[in-house]
C-alpha cells in the first residue's frame, strides 16, 4: 500500500510551486513536505468572550439575596428623592418574599431567640438590630435602638387556629400608610420606647396571619417612613 500523502491546503499552492522551483535549483532547499512534517502542531486561540456575571454571596440562613434593584421609573423632578436601591430577599425556610432598602441591615438570626408562637420571620431596619433574652416576645433591644434615631419593622407569623382564627386577620393592604397620628401603639414587651413612634398591626395573606411591628424615632423623616411601608409593601407570602 502505498504511503499516505499529505493534503496541502489551496490557499498554499502558490507557495508549494515557489518550493520546488528553489528545490531544483538548490537540492539542499527543504521540500514543501519536510517543513509540513517538522512544523509544530498549531495551537488554537479562543477569542475572549464577555459575558456579565452573577456572583453568588453565601447568606447565612435559608434563603437567597437575588438582586440589587433600581426603580425604573423617569428621573425625578428637581426636589424629589431618588429611589433608594433595594434588595430583594427570598426566605425559602418561611416561604415569603420581600424587598428592603440596601442601606438597611437584615436580621440573620430572630431578635427574639426565645419566641415561637408567634414565630419572628422578618425584622430589619437602620439600626444595629440587637438580638434580645430568650423571654422577650417582642425585639425590645432593637425597638429602643430605632426609638432614638431609626426605625425598625419586624414581622411574626401567627399561629392560626382555634385561639387565634384566620378571620381575625384582615387582608393584606396593597398600600400601607404609616399615619403618624397612629404611631401610639404600644404592644406588651415593647419596653420603654420613649415617644416613638410605633405601629403594631395584624394582617392575613392567603392562608396566614401576620403581626407587623413598625418602630420608628419621634423625628424619623419621611422618606424613611416610606422606606418602611415599602418593606410592608413588598412583603408576598408564598403558599405553604
Known sequence: MSPRKKVVPP?????????????????????????????????????PIL???????????????????????????SGDQVPAATVQWVDTASKFTVRYPSSWKRALTPLTPGLFSPKE?????????????????????????????GVLVSIQEASVGPDAPLSVFPPWPSHLV????????????????????????TFRAG???FFVLVVASSKV????????????????????
Do not use: C, Y
Request: charged share 20%; aromatic share 4%.
Open 221 to 240: 423623616t419621611s422618606e424613611d417612613l416610606h422606606k418602611a411601608e415599602g418593606v410592608i409593601d413588598s412583603f408576598e407570602p408564598t403558599p405553604t
Open 121 to 149: 420571620i422578618l425584622s430589619v431596619g437602620t439600626g444595629p438590630l440587637t438580638r434580645s433574652g430568650v423571654e422577650a416576645n417582642m425585639p425590645d433591644l432593637a425597638a429602643q435602638e430605632a426609638a432614638t434615631g
Open 207 to 209: 392562608e396566614r396571619g
Open 178 to 201: 404609616l399615619d403618624r397620628a397612629k404611631g401610639d401603639a404600644r404592644p406588651g414587651g415593647i419596653g420603654d420606647v420613649g415617644n416613638a413612634l410605633v405601629w403594631w398591626m
Open 51 to 77: 459575558a456579565m456575571a452573577l456572583v453568588v454571596v453565601p447568606i447565612v440562613g435559608a434563603g437567597t439575596v437575588f438582586a440589587l434593584t433600581r426603580s425604573s421609573a423617569p428621573p425625578p423632578a
Open 11 to 47: 490557499d498554499d499552492e502558490v507557495i508549494r510551486q515557489a518550493l520546488r522551483s528553489a528545490q531544483a535549483d538548490d537540492p539542499r532547499q527543504p521540500s514543501w513536505a519536510e517543513i509540513v512534517s517538522s512544523s509544530p502542531s498549531p495551537q488554537v486561540r479562543r477569542r
